[in-house]
């Protein structure tokens, strides 16, 4: 059975920083993507960030520069260090697991596994 358990969500104030995590069980995920995605009310779920299989990563034109995506394959566990947050990076965070072998995995249908979310707020 797979579980993502996300935490590190937060309030913090603009220009402020956090860094979230999601430990995966019943799966080795370091042979498939894993991404980051996020939702904001009334909006609809958004790729924010995402590791394939071989280290390559991704991210949304609108974190780029400013979120980074990484693994530590010996805690099975996912990251996304958070810098320079805006009021608009408000949302709650997914992570999620794709079984894509090929392809990037930027849609939610690509994913087939995914956490059950933790609250990012940050305050202007």
């Known amino acids: 059975q797979v579980q993502l358990v996300e935490s590190g969500g937060g309030l913090v104030q603009a220009g402020g920083s956090l860094r979230l995590s999601c430990a995966a069980s019943g799966l080795t995920f370091t042979n498939y993507p894993m991404g980051w995605f996020r939702q904001a009310p009334g909006k609809e779920r958004e790729f924010v960030a995402l590791?394939?299989?071989?280290?390559?990563?991704y991210y949304a034109d609108s974190v780029k520069g400013r979120f980074t995506i990484s693994k530590d394959n010996a805690k099975n566990t996912v990251y996304l260090q958070m810098n320079s947050l805006k009021p608009e990076d408000t949302a709650v965070y997914f992570c999620?697991?794709?079984?894509?072998?090929?392809?990037?995995?930027?849609?939610?249908?690509?994913?087939?596994?995914w956490g059950q979310g933790t609250q990012v707020t940050v305050s202007s």
């Open positions: 590791e394939q299989w071989d280290s390559l990563t």
């Open positions: 999620a697991a794709s079984l894509m072998r090929f392809g990037v995995p930027k849609t939610r249908n690509h994913y087939n596994y």
